[in-house]
Nanobody, 115 residues
Framework: QVRLVESGGGLVQPGGSLRLSCAAS????????MGWYLQAPGKQRELVAT???????DYADSVKGRFSISRHNAKNTVYLQMNSLKPEDTAVYYC?????????WGQGTLVTVSS
């Protein structure tokens, strides 16, 4: 079983930046497809960004050019750099790991964008 622990959320003003981190247990982290998802109040969870084992990335249209996903396999960690934040980015952000027989989620970290 893989355990995922997110960190880095908080309160930020519009136009500001945050970097989220997700630390994963497990010895085969480098094989996982890692992703970040968000869930805004009263809405369904939706994809923000993914990164494959080979480093290929994909982003939701709403965050392209503002957010960047990366991974450090030696540290078993995936990051989400969020720039030019908007109030509509306010949500709980979840880390996800997918692999053979694996679909694991973290507990989430709250990001609030407000002046």
């Amino acid at each position: 079983q893989v355990r995922l622990v997110e960190s880095g959320g908080g309160l930020v003003q519009p136009g500001g930046s945050l970097r989220l981190s997700c630390a994963a247990s497990g010895s085969i982290f480098s094989m996982y497809v890692m992703g970040w998802y968000l869930q805004a109040p009263g809405k369904q969870r939706e994809l923000v960004a993914t990164i494959t084992a080979g480093g290929s990335t994909d982003y939701a249209d709403s965050v392209k050019g503002r957010f960047s996903i990366s991974r450090h396999n030696a540290k078993n960690t995936v990051y989400l750099q969020m720039n030019s934040l908007k109030p509509e980015d306010t949500a709980v952000y979840y880390c996800n790991a997918r692999g053979p027989n694996l679909d694991a989620w973290g507990q989430g970290t709250l990001v609030t964008v407000s002046s």
